[in-house]
């Protein structure tokens, strides 16, 4: 019976030797990702995935730029049939690295609202993330600043905040989206006003991330800073331990309104072997179940709803503004520039 069974399993799935050549006739469809989403919790959405509908995921991670410049490296010789990315310049500068395929799939074209996927279909929106600002209330108030007088970005241009401004530095894409975002919003004038003035408020030298910007807000080393609300939610709630959590808590979260909405989103690769496996992933992902599968756990929003987790609900809520991704991703070039001559290194 052992061996019955173990004879009809090699048929069914294993190599045959076929006029000299290895041929894999294996029954198990499969799906290799390139992911720039360091979450683990979305590898319980990939295996629910894989559950539902007998397609493997095969996961590989990889930050941000060094996937877009691995993709490029490996060309036509890439394994990726999935590309998932993170911020709105990376995955329109994918695109325009010839990376992705348009795909056509009326699922995705449903299931991804406008101005959060690309107009030649070939990446679309999976979640939804804020980019807010983080203030130390008493370390303002010292400076003679009510918080409630914060309502956008551009308020941290004003003279009062001298000496009190915390910002990420120049390479993070999430800041290069937000000033793209300012460019499409404001224009160019006011976008340089508005630059020249927060750069000349900031104390101390750029930060290699929005967590370690959190904590020097906490610290009172900084007034206030710009961050992805995620990160404050997720201090919060204690996952990055006990010692974030109180740090975090010693701040207050200002969601401008209007406020300036990022993305982490998808495409099929150029090369993908696997294309159909790949768009059917992606369907999955965006689906309004997927997309909160992606979200809630890190405590982003899905495409069409808001994170309801009490954390979330707190930082107030947010009206996106007008801004696509695609304009985004137009204007990054642009707005890097701008961001140089001001000094924002
Ligand atoms: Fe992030």
Redesign the pocket.
């Known amino acids: 019976m052992q061996n019955l069974r173990k004879l009809l399993y090699s048929a069914l799935t294993c190599t045959f030797l076929l006029n000299g050549n290895v041929v894999v006739n294996s029954t198990e469809k499969e799906v290799k990702v390139y992911s720039g989403r360091h979450y683990n919790t979305d590898r319980a959405v990939y295996k629910k995935f894989a559950e539902d509908t007998g397609i493997k995921v095969r996961l590989i991670e990889a930050a941000g730029i060094s996937l877009i410049e691995r993709l490029k490296r490996e060309g036509k010789n890439s394994q990726a049939d999935l590309i998932l990315l993170?911020d709105a310049a990376r995955i329109t500068n994918a695109a325009k690295a010839g990376l992705l395929q348009r795909i056509e799939s009326k699922s995705l074209e449903n299931d991804v609202p406008i101005g959060l996927k690309d107009k030649n279909k070939e990446w679309y929106a999976l979640t939804r993330?804020v980019r807010v600002m983080v203030v130390n209330e008493k370390k303002l108030a010292k400076a003679g600043i009510d918080i409630n007088d914060i309502k956008d970005y551009t308020d941290l241009a004003k003279p009062e905040f001298k000496g009190l401004v915390c910002l990420r530095n120049r390479k993070s894409p999430?800041n290069q989206s937000l000033v793209a975002n300012q460019i499409v919003n404001k224009g160019e004038l006011e976008t340089k006003e508005w630059l020249n003035g927060m750069i000349s408020n900031v104390s101390q030298p750029f930060f290699p991330g929005?967590i370690a910007i959190i904590r020097a807000v906490s610290k009172k080393k900084c007034g206030v800073g710009i961050v992805?609300h995620?990160?404050v939610a997720r201090m919060l709630a204690g996952v990055n331990g006990r010692r974030d959590a109180l740090y975090a808590k010693k701040t207050t979260v200002i969601t401008p309104n209007p406020a300036h909405v990022n993305i982490s989103a998808g495409g099929v690769s150029k090369y993908a072997t696997n294309k159909a496996e790949a768009i059917k992933l992606l369907e999955y992902l965006a689906s309004p179940s997927g997309s909160k599968g992606l979200a809630a756990p890190t405590f982003e929003h899905p495409l069409k709803e808001v994170n309801q987790n009490p954390i979330v609900k707190g930082f107030g809520e947010f009206t996106p503004d007008k801004v696509t991704v695609d304009d985004l991703g137009i204007n990054n070039s642009f707005a890097i520039k701008l961001m140089k001559d001001a000094g924002w290194n």
Do not use: F
């Open positions: 993170v993330r999430y929005d992805n995620y990160y």
